[in-house]
């Protein structure tokens, strides 16, 4: 089995390639400079010549406000590739597996987001996410579109963020008003690598069990590292980012969970192993 993995330097391709180099799977990884998703005809060739059974597109732009200022960048990677991915992995009878987000939905509900619940996104990333999904699902029925959300992993992030703040800063204000669900991208690469090999074709939402805000998840942070920092809570309105974010983006696994192939750990839990084995 031959998989070809797009945007290699990213956190998700990066936990991928941890686990595929610990299995017997063959794989391709390539960055952008090797293969820009939004170039038709390059995604096309090495299609053709690689031939691979099963393409896993991490490429994103994942620049939640950047893509407020650059809406047709957004729409070039999260939407327009994703139609070249589809069209020219359905040539050849390819599987495909696309990750999405949260952010598709906006955020008004108060109970976890079910894969067929209505989607309603409020940022331009957010709705060329959207539109991606639609494209795969329109020119490859092969599809696995994944929903995760908070994502961690290798690279830079939330955690990573906080850690390099507390290294020079006493007193931090994080935002109490957004809830989600902070996800490992160890979770998600062994949710990916399992499902793929199956022919459960679909939307799937892949996140790590339980809930918090990004107060709640900064304060988890500096607890399980032992880091003595004062934390005050602010509003989503006090912190004036350009992309409007969703109140409440829980999403609930209940696809997989329906096909007994949920195995996100908690949170927390995940959370810790990472600050152990990473920073
Ligand atoms: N991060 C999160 O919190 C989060 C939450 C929900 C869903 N997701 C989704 O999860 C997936 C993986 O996210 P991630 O956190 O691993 O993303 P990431 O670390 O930002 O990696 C994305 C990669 O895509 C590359 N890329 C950008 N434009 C490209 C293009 N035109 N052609 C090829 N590669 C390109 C980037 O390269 P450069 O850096 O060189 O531009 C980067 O290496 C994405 O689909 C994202 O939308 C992420």
């Not at 990213?10 to 799977?25: A, H, W």
């Not at 619940?117 to 709705?127: H, L």
């Not at 996800?183 to 069990?209: N, P, R, W």
Request: net charge neutral; charged share 25%; proline share 2%.
């Amino acid at each position: 089995m031959k998989i070809l993995i797009t945007g290699a330097n990213g956190q998700l391709s990066t936990e991928l390639k941890n686990q595929l180099n610990d299995s017997n799977i063959d794989y391709l990884a390539l960055n952008k400079s090797e293969l820009d998703i939004t170039d038709f005809n390059k995604v096309n060739r090495i299609i053709l010549k690689e031939h691979p059974q099963i393409f896993i597109n991490c490429a994103a732009n994942t620049n939640v406000d950047g893509c407020e200022k650059n809406e047709i960048n957004a729409f070039k990677v999260n939407a327009i590739s994703a139609q070249n991915i589809a069209i020219t992995t359905n040539k050849i009878g390819c599987k495909v597996v696309h990750i999405s987000t949260d952010y598709v939905f906006d955020g008004e509900d108060n109970r976890p987001y079910r894969e067929y619940n209505v989607t309603n996104p409020q940022s331009i990333y957010g709705k060329s996410k959207l539109l991606g999904e639609k494209l795969i699902e329109k020119f490859n029925p092969k599809h696995f579109i994944i929903r995760t959300s908070w994502l961690y992993g290798e690279g830079n992030n939330f955690v990573k963020t906080m850690l390099n703040l507390a290294s020079y800063k006493d007193e931090l204000s994080i935002v109490d008003d957004q809830i989600g669900t902070p996800t490992s991208t160890v979770d998600l690469a062994k949710l990916i690598i399992s499902l793929m090999q199956t022919e459960y074709y679909g939307i799937f939402h892949g996140t790590c069990k339980g809930s918090c805000s990004w107060y709640d998840f900064a304060k988890k942070i500096f607890e399980l590292k032992s880091i003595d920092i004062q934390l005050n809570k602010i509003n989503t309105k006090q912190l004036n980012r350009l992309a409007s974010r969703p109140k409440y983006s829980v999403l609930d696994n209940f696809m997989l969970k329906v096909l007994g192939l949920n195995t996100f750990r908690h949170w927390e839990d995940a959370l810790e192993e990472y600050l152990r084995k990473e920073v």
